[in-house]
């Protein structure tokens, strides 16, 4: 089965509800493994000092998903610092012997939003739709030759009653489930949604 890491970057998960739910979802499901970067990364993100460890953990998982709660419409500081440290030695410092290595991994994204769905549209509330606010990791995942799949998107997180958090949990673990993603040891670096084999999760 596919290794599936989930990096969660939430400012406190301990005063997460939405987020806490989803990672406690994905981390019940076999052969993925869920990190609190917040808690691993209590003085942030620094390129020499954890650039090393952080793309040992990369290299060893077969899908990546970066989850975290739209902040500003942006990602939270820690997520940014992370490709600031990470991808910038794996692409541009190490590219042969860590980010040609790393290419062909397919990434999800899993954000959550306070706001309801139709308040992210051209004319509503927020202006853009969320596929607008994700470009830039769109960009980053296709420089860095990472298959994108379809994000999972949470509205209303901060607003949901426990069952309804519960319920989403439960549609992230499953999406999780049969997220049928191609081989990363069959892709092409330069096209990776050409000519691969598919494997799914069970």
Known sequence: ????LVLLFHPDLRRSKANAAMAAAAASLPDTTVVDMAAACPDGLDLARD???????LLGADRLVLQFPVQWYSTPPLLKAWQDA???RMFYLNYETEGRRLEGTPL??????GNTPEAYRPG????FAMTDLLAPLRA?????????AEPFVLY??????PDE???????YADRLSRWDTPCKSHGDSHHPDQHVTFCKAG
């Open 156 to 161: 209303r997180a901060d607003k949901l009653t």
């Open 165 to 171: 958090i519960n319920a989403a949990a439960a549609a």
């Open 86 to 88: 990470v991808l910038t």
């Open 124 to 127: 509503g509330r927020n202006l």
């Open 51 to 57: 650039g090393g460890p952080e793309t040992a953990r």
């Open 1 to 4: 089965m596919p290794r599936t």
């Open 140 to 148: 980053t995942a296709n420089r860095c030759a990472l298959p994108w």
């Open 108 to 113: 999800m994204i899993a954000a959550t939003a």
